[in-house]
């Protein structure tokens, strides 16, 4: 009965640490377009091209709604071991895996450099 009780001050305490997390750095230009292309490209390979699922769960803004980005990012770094989401930690730094977490969660943006479908 208690731990019921103490569940909505536990979920109310962890939104706010979220939204006071500060966002992460912004890569500079030439580096953001290599992390989208990574992730369009090497993360589309499972989660689907429009990252919309496949192999992997959809990685859209709507799917992750309630993941914080910290613990996307550590997903990111870590993978989930036992599953086919490797860890990403030998090609990013823990400030670009929680950027790419917080563009997932606000809707991954388009490659710079590709054309629209048709």
Sequence with gaps: ???????????????????????????????AAQLVRMVRQDCGSCHGMRLTGGLGPALTREALAAK??????????????GTPMPPWSALLRGDEA????????????EESNRSPAP
């Design 98 to 109: 929680l950027w790419i977490a917080q563009q997932l969660a606000g809707g991954f943006p």
């Design 68 to 81: 914080p980005p910290e613990y996307l990012a550590a997903v990111i770094t870590h993978g989930i071991p």
């Design 1 to 31: 009965m208690v731990r019921t009780a103490l569940l909505p001050l536990a979920c109310a305490l962890l939104a706010t640490a979220a939204a006071a997390q500060p966002a992460a750095p912004e890569p500079a230009p030439g580096r």
